[in-house]
């Protein structure tokens, strides 16, 4: 029995010999004496790989061959605070290898008894792993998560599910959702509902795909503005490709389309009136053109302008001439129907689009609008009358020809003494 319980032992001697042998981490065992040492008496090759002083090169020396400029004092202090007395060491520092490269190091240090009875010191095991990488991980991870909070542009981080799980401060600051209230949710709780349809099926397609989605989200804020945001949402995969993440990146362009719309707006509006200008008119025109003849329905042109308008500009002033102009389309514009068209045709002629209604009845609408223009109030101290001058489309007509039409019996009313309506 005894032979097999040495056998025994000595197999277990073995495979921990092994073990430590091929172990990756540097094992180090030195003696206990703190006088002048400890000095090594094992090195495993982890060691030799860690550091570039072959097993021959360690042996008998100390661990301050490993020491150099960046080794902290602090660390080293406690380390032999731990040796003196007999204490398990844990902690980091940098240490240097063979050719003077440093590398940084967590240390494990453990006292060995001389027995579970004597609790005498004989030696003082040593694991270190070589931290660099993670080091540099964990810098790297550092400055992007700075990075992330001192972006401008919103960030957003959902796991596979949509749930967010991380947050910004620029989406704090853009949304007005404070971090706590946004993590945990859907991003859903941001929508406005003013997508087009299909929009969000067809971001999902897209990222199902593992392609990263761009597009631009009407989203809605704490306070229930809504704001304009170009957004790009890409999947993290890992090693074996399964999304682990969504990526949101954000950029508020609120004012920008908000300065394209005010562009749009301006190509077709008058600046002075706020009503259609002559080329959207002429779009409206040509639209309802088409309508009538595909459905056989009449449709009739209005033509007006302000009767003496050079003498109101002469006489008391173009801010004045302004003024009753815009007070003219307010006014011409109360009196419509709602799918009557007025626009500003140029200067102080303006021009209606009468959709459904025949000559006549057109005639009777602009006799309307004179009487209401001859009683309006204005800036001016005299009356201001127009003349009217009204056409029903005609077979073969086109944009051009409507419109002469309509501009010739307007002249007409004002050759016949102005403030009248003629029909042509």
């Known amino acids: 029995m005894a032979s097999v319980s040495i056998i025994e ?12 042998e091929q172990s990756y981490n540097s094992v180090v065992i030195t003696d206990a004496d703190l006088d002048g040492g400890p000095r090594i008496v094992y090195v495993n090759a982890g060691f030799e790989r860690m550091t570039g002083y072959s097993r021959e090169e360690a042996l008998g020396k100390t661990p301050r061959i490993l020491q150099g400029p960046a080794t902290s004092r602090a660390v080293l202090d406690r380390l032999r605070g731990a040796l003196v007395s007999g204490e398990y060491f844990e902690g980091e520092t940098v240490n240097y290898r063979k050719d003077g490269s440093p590398y940084e190091v967590r240390w494990h240090i453990s006292p060995v008894y001389a027995s579970d009875n004597d609790r005498d010191i004989t030696h003082f095991v040593s694991v270190q792993k070589d931290i660099t990488e993670e080091r540099r991980r964990d810098d790297e991870l550092r400055l992007l998560s700075t990075a992330l909070e001192v972006s401008v542009d919103p960030v957003l981080i959902t796991d596979p599910d949509g749930t967010i799980t991380y947050v910004n401060a620029a989406f704090e600051e ?4 404070s971090r706590n209230e946004a993590v945990g949710k859907n991003p859903r709780f941001l929508q406005s509902g003013q997508q087009e349809p299909g929009f969000y099926r067809g971001m999902w397609e897209t990222l199902a795909r593992g392609e990263a989605f761009r597009g631009e989200f009407v989203n809605r804020r704490r306070d229930g ?23 949101s990146i954000s950029k508020d362009v609120t004012d920008r389309v908000r300065m394209e719309d ?3 707006r301006l190509a077709h ?28 329905r009449p449709l009739s042109l209005i033509m007006f302008d302000i009767d003496h308008f050079k003498d109101f500009n002469d006489d008391y002033g173009h801010e004045t001439g302004d003024d009753v102009l815009k007070r003219l389309a307010d006014t011409v514009q109360g009196a419509l129907r709602e799918a009557d068209a007025l626009g500003r045709w140029g200067g102080e002629e303006f021009m209606v689009v009468v959709p459904e209604t025949p000559g006549a009845g057109a005639e009777a ?28 489309m005609r077979q073969g007509d086109t944009p051009k020809t409507f419109a002469r039409r309509v501009d010739e019996a307007m002249y007409q009313a004002k050759e016949a003494g102005r403030n009248r309506v003629v029909l042509l």
């Open 9 to 20: 032992g000595f197999e277990k001697l073995r495979l921990l010999d092994a073990a430590i």
């Open 174 to 177: 853009q949304t007005g959702y």
């Open 225 to 247: 503005t809504l704001m304009n945001m170009e957004q790009s949402i890409s999947p993290v995969t890992d090693a074996h490709g399964r999304v682990t993440h969504y990526v």
């Open 262 to 264: 005010e562009i749009r």
């Open 269 to 296: 509006t008058d600046w002075l009136t706020g009503l259609a200008n002559r080329l959207s008119l002429g779009n409206t025109l040509e639209a309802e053109m088409e309508r009538s003849r595909r459905y056989g």
């Open 365 to 392: 609408m602009a006799e309307k609008l004179r009487k209401a223009v001859a009683v309006m109030e204005t800036a001016c101290p005299v009356s201001v009358t127009a003349s009217f001058g009204v056409t029903e």
